[in-house]
């Protein structure tokens, strides 16, 4: 793929943080893009910042954790826009704080695992039909290696390994890309400062989701790509707050 011309990409947990990053990204690079998360209104940080490129900009409301739901946002997407080639499966929602100190097991399972499986499933038919992109964003914190962070990289790494060989025949090519944060996303509504480091993370991840979406040839699938925060060695001033 090496330029967007009329294609449609979806993007979940377009609410903020990095999906909101991809959504102005790949609509800079012409894409018609539906942003989805489980409100719509929540987009409007990804609309807003859009630009002149906002007209080509839709946003659903849904919560893609349920199958009929996510079945039903991808048939909305294909027949108000036209059959999606791009998916990005950005953290769903996309404005919720970081999980707890406590895992909630069936919370972490339902938007970090079952979502962007349910999504990827569903969008399969219109990926096939031309070839298509499949690119998974999982969103990890940094102080120490919690066990729910180990658990989505390795879920996830299993999900993309077996996507990527099922669906490679068709020409589909089916990424992960794991980004590093070690400060939470504001909630909705929320006026919460962030640190440099992690928006720099987040530009960094939307920078790869881009280029996994538009420019990467065929051998780059079945991947587990990695943006991490900067260490705390870094240069003075290179993680402070805005």
Do not use: K
């Not at 943080?17 to 987009?43: K, M, N, P, Q, T």
């Not at 590093?180 to 509504?189: F, I, W």
């Not at 870094?234 to 707050?241: D, H, I, K, M, R």
């Amino acid at each position: 793929m090496t330029s967007g011309g009329s294609r449609v990409a979806l993007v979940t947990g377009a609410g903020g943080g990095i999906g909101a990053a991809v959504v102005r990204r790949l609509a800079a690079r012409e894409f018609i893009v539906a942003a989805i998360d489980l409100r719509a209104s929540w987009c409007d940080t990804a609309l807003d910042t859009a630009g002149p490129r906002r007209a080509g900009l839709w946003t659903f409301g849904a919560d893609l954790s349920f199958l009929h739901e996510a079945e039903a946002a991808v048939t909305r997407v294909a027949e108000t826009l036209g059959p999606p080639t791009v998916i990005v499966n950005a953290p769903f929602p996309g404005r919720s704080d970081l999980a707890p100190d406590l895992p909630d097991w069936e919370s972490l399972v339902q938007a970090r695992l079952r979502a962007p499986l349910l999504v990827s499933r569903a969008a399969e038919r219109y990926l096939t039909e031309a070839g298509g992109r499949i690119i998974t964003v999982a969103q990890t914190g940094i102080a120490a290696r919690r066990p729910d962070d180990l658990v989505v990289r390795e879920t996830l790494h299993a999900l993309t390994e077996t996507l990527s060989q099922e669906l490679a025949p068709h020409g589909v090519l089916v990424n992960t890309v794991v980004a590093e944060l070690h400060c939470a996303t504001p909630a909705p509504g929320g006026a919460g400062s962030r640190a440099d480091c992690c928006l720099a993370v987040e530009n960094e991840t939307a920078a790869m989701v881009e280029f996994l979406a538009v420019e990467a040839d065929d051998g780059i699938t079945g991947r587990m790509i990695e943006a991490r925060h900067p260490t705390p060695e870094s240069p003075p001033g290179a993680c402070t707050l805005r």
